[in-house]
Protein backbone atom coordinates (compact mmCIF):
# COMPACT_ATOMS: atom_id res chain seq x y z
CA UNK A 1 0.00 0.00 0.00
CA UNK A 2 3.03 2.48 0.71
CA UNK A 3 4.19 1.66 -2.53
CA UNK A 4 1.16 2.20 -4.05
CA UNK A 5 0.57 5.46 -2.76
CA UNK A 6 1.60 7.38 -5.86
CA UNK A 7 -0.66 5.48 -8.51
CA UNK A 8 -3.76 6.36 -6.10
CA UNK A 9 -3.88 10.13 -7.36
CA UNK A 10 -5.32 13.40 -5.20
CA UNK A 11 -4.27 14.44 -1.82
CA UNK A 12 -1.53 12.67 0.36
CA UNK A 13 -1.37 13.63 3.82
CA UNK A 14 1.90 12.81 5.27
CA UNK A 15 1.58 13.64 8.92
CA UNK A 16 4.35 13.58 11.07
CA UNK A 17 5.00 14.35 14.35
CA UNK A 18 8.21 15.31 17.10
CA UNK A 19 9.13 11.41 17.71
CA UNK A 20 8.69 10.74 13.70
CA UNK A 21 9.25 13.35 11.14
CA UNK A 22 8.09 12.60 7.85
CA UNK A 23 10.91 14.53 5.19
CA UNK A 24 12.84 11.38 4.85
CA UNK A 25 9.41 9.54 3.67
CA UNK A 26 8.57 12.20 1.23
CA UNK A 27 11.54 12.40 -0.35
CA UNK A 28 11.39 8.41 -0.82
CA UNK A 29 8.26 9.17 -2.08
CA UNK A 30 9.59 11.95 -4.56
CA UNK A 31 12.62 9.81 -5.65
CA UNK A 32 9.89 6.64 -6.57
CA UNK A 33 8.02 9.44 -8.87
CA UNK A 34 11.26 10.56 -10.30
CA UNK A 35 11.71 7.12 -11.16
CA UNK A 36 8.51 6.58 -12.81
CA UNK A 37 9.63 9.04 -15.42
CA UNK A 38 6.73 11.54 -13.58
CA UNK A 39 7.35 14.94 -13.89
CA UNK A 40 7.95 16.64 -9.91
CA UNK A 41 7.64 19.88 -8.50
CA UNK A 42 9.25 20.73 -4.77
CA UNK A 43 7.50 23.92 -3.30
CA UNK A 44 10.36 23.88 -0.35
CA UNK A 45 9.54 26.45 2.18
CA UNK A 46 11.09 24.66 5.66
CA UNK A 47 14.75 23.50 4.31
CA UNK A 48 17.12 24.65 1.77
CA UNK A 49 17.17 23.77 -1.44
CA UNK A 50 20.67 21.85 -0.92
CA UNK A 51 19.59 20.52 2.81
CA UNK A 52 16.50 19.05 0.50
CA UNK A 53 18.35 17.93 -2.42
CA UNK A 54 20.60 15.89 0.16
CA UNK A 55 21.04 12.56 -0.15
CA UNK A 56 19.76 12.50 -3.59
CA UNK A 57 21.84 11.40 -7.18
CA UNK A 58 22.02 13.26 -9.65
CA UNK A 59 19.75 11.61 -12.35
CA UNK A 60 16.83 12.40 -9.16
CA UNK A 61 18.31 16.08 -9.05
CA UNK A 62 17.76 16.79 -12.46
CA UNK A 63 14.36 15.50 -12.80
CA UNK A 64 13.19 17.01 -9.75
CA UNK A 65 12.07 21.41 -9.96
CA UNK A 66 12.86 23.06 -6.71
CA UNK A 67 11.06 25.96 -6.21
CA UNK A 68 12.92 28.06 -3.23
CA UNK A 69 10.64 29.93 -0.98
CA UNK A 70 12.93 29.31 2.03
CA UNK A 71 15.55 32.25 1.14
CA UNK A 72 12.73 34.47 0.41
CA UNK A 73 9.17 33.78 0.54
CA UNK A 74 7.77 36.95 0.02
CA UNK A 75 10.19 38.70 -2.41
CA UNK A 76 11.33 41.01 0.19
CA UNK A 77 14.61 41.19 -1.33
CA UNK A 78 12.99 42.09 -4.52
CA UNK A 79 15.05 39.54 -6.90
CA UNK A 80 11.96 39.41 -9.22
CA UNK A 81 12.61 35.50 -9.14
CA UNK A 82 9.10 35.00 -7.31
CA UNK A 83 5.94 34.32 -8.38
CA UNK A 84 3.22 36.35 -7.91
CA UNK A 85 1.13 35.87 -4.74
CA UNK A 86 4.03 33.55 -3.06
CA UNK A 87 4.21 30.31 -2.26
CA UNK A 88 0.17 29.56 -3.46
CA UNK A 89 0.99 31.76 -6.51
CA UNK A 90 3.64 29.25 -7.83
CA UNK A 91 1.20 26.20 -6.73
CA UNK A 92 -1.53 27.68 -8.87
CA UNK A 93 0.91 27.82 -11.56
CA UNK A 94 1.96 24.33 -11.70
CA UNK A 95 -2.21 23.45 -12.21
CA UNK A 96 -1.48 25.47 -15.67
CA UNK A 97 1.13 23.19 -17.23
CA UNK A 98 1.33 21.90 -20.53
CA UNK A 99 3.04 18.68 -20.02
CA UNK A 100 1.04 15.72 -20.77
CA UNK A 101 3.00 13.49 -18.34
CA UNK A 102 1.96 12.53 -14.40
CA UNK A 103 3.30 14.88 -12.27
CA UNK A 104 3.61 15.18 -8.43
CA UNK A 105 3.64 17.83 -6.35
CA UNK A 106 5.19 17.92 -3.01
CA UNK A 107 4.73 20.59 -0.47
CA UNK A 108 7.29 21.00 1.94
CA UNK A 109 5.27 21.68 3.76
CA UNK A 110 1.76 22.09 4.30
CA UNK A 111 2.73 23.51 7.94
CA UNK A 112 4.39 26.52 6.73
CA UNK A 113 1.79 27.16 4.54
CA UNK A 114 -1.02 27.01 7.27
CA UNK A 115 0.80 29.48 9.59
CA UNK A 116 1.56 31.84 6.91
CA UNK A 117 -1.86 32.16 4.92
CA UNK A 118 -5.44 31.66 5.87
CA UNK A 119 -6.69 28.34 5.91
CA UNK A 120 -9.72 28.63 3.71
CA UNK A 121 -6.87 30.34 0.88
CA UNK A 122 -4.95 27.08 1.20
CA UNK A 123 -7.80 24.60 1.20
CA UNK A 124 -9.17 26.45 -1.71
CA UNK A 125 -5.68 25.90 -3.72
CA UNK A 126 -5.42 22.40 -2.99
CA UNK A 127 -9.25 22.07 -4.07
CA UNK A 128 -7.68 23.69 -7.33
CA UNK A 129 -5.10 21.33 -7.80
CA UNK A 130 -7.53 18.34 -6.80
CA UNK A 131 -9.64 19.63 -9.78
CA UNK A 132 -7.19 20.63 -12.10
CA UNK A 133 -8.84 19.74 -15.61
CA UNK A 134 -12.23 21.49 -14.94
CA UNK A 135 -10.23 24.90 -13.49
CA UNK A 136 -7.05 24.86 -16.32
CA UNK A 137 -9.32 23.29 -19.76
CA UNK A 138 -9.21 20.99 -21.78
CA UNK A 139 -5.62 22.24 -23.49
CA UNK A 140 -3.81 21.58 -20.13
CA UNK A 141 -5.13 18.64 -18.83
CA UNK A 142 -2.52 16.57 -17.21
CA UNK A 143 -3.02 12.88 -16.56
CA UNK A 144 -2.58 12.46 -13.06
CA UNK A 145 -1.98 15.02 -10.37
CA UNK A 146 -0.27 13.88 -7.20
CA UNK A 147 0.08 15.98 -4.20
CA UNK A 148 1.93 15.30 -1.35
CA UNK A 149 1.72 17.84 1.55
CA UNK A 150 3.77 17.37 4.64
CA UNK A 151 1.61 18.00 7.64
CA UNK A 152 3.26 18.80 11.09
CA UNK A 153 -0.13 17.74 13.07
CA UNK A 154 1.17 18.64 16.65
CA UNK A 155 1.50 22.44 15.42
CA UNK A 156 -2.26 22.85 14.41
CA UNK A 157 -5.90 22.37 15.94
CA UNK A 158 -8.56 20.28 15.29
CA UNK A 159 -10.04 22.42 12.30
CA UNK A 160 -7.05 22.63 10.19
CA UNK A 161 -6.57 18.99 10.64
CA UNK A 162 -10.50 18.36 9.32
CA UNK A 163 -10.32 20.65 6.74
CA UNK A 164 -7.15 19.10 4.93
CA UNK A 165 -8.58 15.50 5.77
CA UNK A 166 -11.30 15.90 3.79
CA UNK A 167 -9.82 17.08 0.95
CA UNK A 168 -7.14 14.23 1.75
CA UNK A 169 -7.78 11.29 -0.64
CA UNK A 170 -5.25 8.99 1.55
CA UNK A 171 -3.76 10.29 4.65
CA UNK A 172 -0.68 8.64 6.27
CA UNK A 173 0.08 9.08 10.01
CA UNK A 174 3.53 8.33 10.81
CA UNK A 175 4.61 6.13 14.18
CA UNK A 176 6.17 2.99 15.03
CA UNK A 177 8.83 1.42 17.86
CA UNK A 178 12.12 2.37 18.77
CA UNK A 179 14.39 1.31 16.07
CA UNK A 180 11.50 0.81 13.29
CA UNK A 181 8.72 3.14 11.50
CA UNK A 182 4.97 1.99 10.96
CA UNK A 183 2.90 4.39 9.11
CA UNK A 184 -1.06 3.65 9.12
CA UNK A 185 -2.59 4.66 6.25
CA UNK A 186 -6.22 5.52 5.79
CA UNK A 187 -7.68 5.32 1.83
CA UNK A 188 -10.71 6.99 0.91
CA UNK A 189 -12.16 5.99 -2.56
CA UNK A 190 -15.31 7.14 -3.68
CA UNK A 191 -18.31 5.12 -3.03
CA UNK A 192 -16.68 3.09 -1.18
CA UNK A 193 -15.74 2.88 2.54
CA UNK A 194 -12.18 3.62 3.92
CA UNK A 195 -9.93 1.41 4.12
CA UNK A 196 -7.08 0.96 6.71
CA UNK A 197 -4.08 -0.43 6.55
CA UNK A 198 -0.47 -0.32 8.74
CA UNK A 199 2.86 -1.12 6.94
CA UNK A 200 6.37 -1.44 8.48
CA UNK A 201 9.05 0.26 6.36
CA UNK A 202 12.45 1.92 7.09
CA UNK A 203 14.48 3.85 4.71
CA UNK A 204 17.73 3.65 3.41
CA UNK A 205 20.70 5.77 3.02
CA UNK A 206 19.50 6.63 -0.87
CA UNK A 207 15.84 7.51 0.19
CA UNK A 208 14.34 4.21 -1.12
CA UNK A 209 11.63 2.01 0.80
CA UNK A 210 12.58 -1.33 2.37
CA UNK A 211 9.08 -2.47 3.16
CA UNK A 212 9.01 -5.28 6.06
CA UNK A 213 5.57 -7.92 7.17
CA UNK A 214 5.81 -6.35 10.75
CA UNK A 215 7.34 -5.40 13.71
CA UNK A 216 10.67 -7.34 14.79
CA UNK A 217 10.71 -9.65 17.21
CA UNK A 218 12.51 -8.14 19.50
CA UNK A 219 10.52 -4.92 19.62
CA UNK A 220 7.76 -7.04 21.10
CA UNK A 221 7.69 -6.55 24.84
CA UNK A 222 8.72 -9.93 26.59
CA UNK A 223 6.94 -11.01 29.99
CA UNK A 224 9.83 -10.99 33.12
CA UNK A 225 9.50 -14.94 34.17
CA UNK A 226 10.63 -13.49 37.88
CA UNK A 227 8.33 -10.65 38.16
CA UNK A 228 4.93 -11.45 38.97
CA UNK A 229 1.52 -10.08 38.05
CA UNK A 230 0.13 -7.36 40.38
CA UNK A 231 -3.63 -7.83 41.42
CA UNK A 232 -4.75 -4.08 41.44
CA UNK A 233 -7.81 -5.04 43.85
CA UNK A 234 -5.64 -6.01 46.67
CA UNK A 235 -6.04 -2.93 48.10
CA UNK A 236 -9.74 -1.85 47.80
CA UNK A 237 -12.06 -0.70 50.60
CA UNK A 238 -15.28 -2.67 48.93
CA UNK A 239 -15.05 -6.57 47.29
CA UNK A 240 -14.98 -6.67 43.39
CA UNK A 241 -15.85 -10.08 43.89
CA UNK A 242 -18.25 -13.07 44.95
CA UNK A 243 -17.52 -16.17 46.58
CA UNK A 244 -20.26 -19.54 45.25
CA UNK A 245 -22.60 -19.24 48.09
CA UNK A 246 -22.31 -15.37 48.01
CA UNK A 247 -23.19 -15.85 43.83
CA UNK A 248 -25.80 -18.36 44.33
CA UNK A 249 -27.68 -16.31 46.78
CA UNK A 250 -27.91 -13.50 44.59
CA UNK A 251 -29.16 -15.42 41.83
CA UNK A 252 -31.89 -16.95 43.97
CA UNK A 253 -32.79 -13.24 45.29
CA UNK A 254 -36.30 -12.29 43.55
CA UNK A 255 -36.47 -8.31 42.99
CA UNK A 256 -39.46 -6.25 44.31
CA UNK A 257 -40.37 -5.16 41.02
CA UNK A 258 -39.65 -8.74 39.06
CA UNK A 259 -43.00 -10.31 38.78
CA UNK A 260 -42.93 -14.31 38.68
CA UNK A 261 -45.64 -16.16 37.10
CA UNK A 262 -47.36 -17.63 40.26
CA UNK A 263 -47.39 -13.95 41.90
CA UNK A 264 -49.04 -12.48 38.50
CA UNK A 265 -51.82 -15.30 38.88
CA UNK A 266 -51.97 -14.95 42.73
CA UNK A 267 -52.47 -11.23 42.08
CA UNK A 268 -55.08 -11.29 39.22
CA UNK A 269 -57.32 -14.30 40.87
CA UNK A 270 -60.28 -13.52 42.63
CA UNK A 271 -61.31 -16.91 44.76
CA UNK A 272 -64.69 -17.08 45.51
CA UNK A 273 -65.00 -17.33 49.25
CA UNK A 274 -62.74 -13.80 49.54
CA UNK A 275 -64.48 -10.40 50.83
CA UNK A 276 -63.97 -8.06 48.47
CA UNK A 277 -62.87 -4.32 49.56
CA UNK A 278 -65.76 -1.68 49.89
CA UNK A 279 -65.60 2.36 50.92
CA UNK A 280 -67.40 3.50 53.76
CA UNK A 281 -68.04 7.04 53.77
CA UNK A 282 -70.07 8.95 56.59
CA UNK A 283 -71.02 12.46 55.23
CA UNK A 284 -70.08 15.42 57.00
CA UNK A 285 -72.03 18.27 58.66
CA UNK A 286 -70.89 20.65 55.94
CA UNK A 287 -70.68 18.16 52.97
CA UNK A 288 -73.00 19.46 50.08
CA UNK A 289 -75.38 16.72 49.34
CA UNK A 290 -77.36 18.15 46.72
CA UNK A 291 -76.87 16.92 43.23
CA UNK A 292 -79.66 19.73 41.67
CA UNK A 293 -76.61 22.13 43.26
CA UNK A 294 -73.13 21.00 43.82
CA UNK A 295 -71.82 24.78 44.55
CA UNK A 296 -74.34 25.40 47.15
CA UNK A 297 -71.83 25.55 49.75
CA UNK A 298 -69.69 27.99 48.47
CA UNK A 299 -72.26 31.12 49.28
CA UNK A 300 -71.52 32.49 45.50
Known sequence: MLESLLALGGLVLLRDSVEWEGRDLLKALIKKSALCGEQVHVLGCEVSEEEFREGFDSSINSRVVYHDFFRDPFNWSKTGEAFPGGPLGALRAMCRTTDPRPSTIALDSLSWLLLHFPCTTVCQTLHTLRNQGSC??????????????????????????????????????????????SAHILYRKPRHQPTHQTQWFSIRPDFSLDLQEGPPLQSQPHPDPHTFPVDPTTHLTFNLRLSKKERETRDNLTLPFQFSSEKQQALLRSEPNQASSHILYEPDAYDDLDPEDPDDDLDV
Open 136 to 181: CGDSSLVQQVNVLGLLHEELHGPGPLGALSSLAQTEVTLGGTMIQA
